[in-house]
């Protein structure tokens, strides 16, 4: 099985040592080392060739932050696509040993598998454990792996599942629906997985995630965990919500 490392990579990333030096140490390596760097320092693309990768400039022209980040990762997916597995990974968050081998595993024993899923230790800007997991902000239901498709499907329409940073997605069977405008790529990739029963959830815990001032995306829980707060979310948005349920339908076709 080959398998990469994709990485996006955005301007100054303070914390990449960390990140790099954590991937270097993997206890198996990656086949291929892939980084997005969108408006990315000299500093940092020195960084990263140091490191083995190999450099491709971030290629989407959206404004919108949440579209820009999932464009980037599809780049960096696309460019795997001679891989059989690609590791996600943010640019501030550290592998643990076992990472890449972990999702190896599971990706051999699970061969349904489009999107893996694990865990992820929060921590603070220094590193220091603050408490709780990404699963605790994202719950799943503990069967998720032997739910039915509708129940696993209605579920995942409403709740969070993935966090891309801890997770590992086969890049043959992502790619056949392109993200659209407003999804972020986990988002989107999770439920298309999940469309194709292909949606798998692990509760190791495989990074230790980053939690800074300049981490707002990925821990917006989007008022999912309380049904008055999730339906005010979507009335307020009615455009927005429109269009999600258009991109929706179109996945279901």
């Known amino acids: 099985m080959r398998i990469a490392a994709v990485i996006v990579v955005h301007g100054g990333a303070p914390f990449l040592d960390a990140t790099l030096g954590s991937i270097s140490a993997q206890a198996r390596q990656p086949d291929a080392r892939i980084a997005v760097c969108d408006s990315t320092e000299p500093r940092v693309d020195a960084q990263l060739r140091a490191h083995g990768f190999d450099l491709h400039r971030a290629t989407t022209t959206s404004r919108d932050v949440t579209t820009r980040i999932a464009h980037n990762f599809a780049q960096g997916v696309r460019l795997a696509t001679d891989t059989d597995l690609a590791v996600l990974g943010d640019h501030d968050d550290v592998w643990h040993i076992d990472r890449i081998g ?27 454990p603050i408490g709780g997991t990404l699963r605790d902000t994202f719950p799943v239901p503990a069967d998720w792996n032997h739910l ?106």
């Open 102 to 128: 972990h999702h190896e595993v599971t990706a051999r024993t699970l061969l349904h598998a489009a999107m893996v899923s694990s865990d992820g230790r929060l921590v603070d800007a220094g590193g220091a």
């Open 148 to 253: 039915d498709l509708r129940r696993q499907w209605i579920y995942a329409l409403q709740h969070s599942i993935a966090t891309g940073g801890a997770s590992a997605v086969v890049p043959s069977k992502v790619l056949r629906r392109p993200i659209p405008h407003g999804w972020l790529h986990d988002r989107w990739w999770s439920l298309l997985a999940t469309r194709e029963r292909g949606m798998v959830i692990d509760d190791a815990v495989v990074i230790d995630y980053r939690v800074s001032d300049a981490q707002r995306v990925g821990l917006d829980t989007q008022g999912q965990h309380s049904a008055q707060e999730w339906w005010g979310t979507r009335v307020r948005n009615l455009g927005r919500t429109a269009r999600r349920g258009a991109d929706i339908a179109r996945l279901l076709l």
